[in-house]
C-alpha cells in the first residue's frame, strides 16, 4: 500500500526546482537588459553583466537535480512498498 503525499506537502527535490526556477527567471531578466543595448543603441554593459546571464543554466541545473532527486526518492518508496 502505497501512501501519497498530500498536494500541499513539500515532497523531496520540490525546494530545488523551485529555487532552480527563480534562479533561471533571474538569469532570463539579466539577459534581456543584457541584450536590450544592442537593439536600442546605446553602449553595450560591461562584461559581467554578460556573466550574469550563466544564472539561466545554473538554474536548470539546479532545477534538473531537483527533478532527479525527486524521481529517486519516488523510486525508493516503490520499491520500498513492494518489499
Do not use: K, N
Request: aromatic share 8%; hydrophobic share 55%.
Amino acid at each position: 500500500m502505497t501512501v501519497t503525499p498530500h498536494s500541499d506537502e513539500a515532497r523531496p527535490g520540490d525546494g530545488l526546482v523551485r529555487a532552480g526556477g527563480i534562479v533561471f527567471i533571474a538569469g532570463a531578466v539579466a539577459t534581456l537588459a543584457t541584450m536590450a543595448p544592442l537593439f536600442l543603441d546605446v553602449d553595450p554593459f560591461p562584461p559581467y553583466a554578460w556573466a550574469v546571464c550563466m544564472l539561466m543554466g545554473v538554474g536548470f541545473l539546479i532545477s534538473a537535480a531537483g527533478v532527479l532527486r525527486s524521481a529517486a526518492a519516488q523510486r525508493r518508496d516503490a520499491r520500498a512498498s513492494q518489499a
